[in-house]
C-alpha cells in the first residue's frame, strides 16, 4: 500500500505545542497532532 502521492508535497503552515501534543497545520487543511511521548527525551 502507498501512502505518498507523487508531486505532492506536505508544506507546514502552522506548528504550535501544548502540555500534551504537538500540532502541525499543512497548507492544504490536513492537521497533525502527536503526543509528545512519541519523541523521548534522553536522561
Known amino acids: ?3 505518498s502521492v507523487p508531486g ?3 508544506v ?3 506548528v504550535r505545542f501544548d502540555d500534551t501534543h504537538l500540532y502541525v497545520g499543512f497548507a492544504d487543511g490536513r492537521a497533525l497532532a502527536v503526543p509528545h511521548s512519541w519523541f523521548p527525551r534522553p536522561n
Open 8 to 10: 505532492l508535497a506536505a
Open 12 to 14: 507546514a503552515k502552522s
Open 1 to 3: 500500500m502507498t501512502t
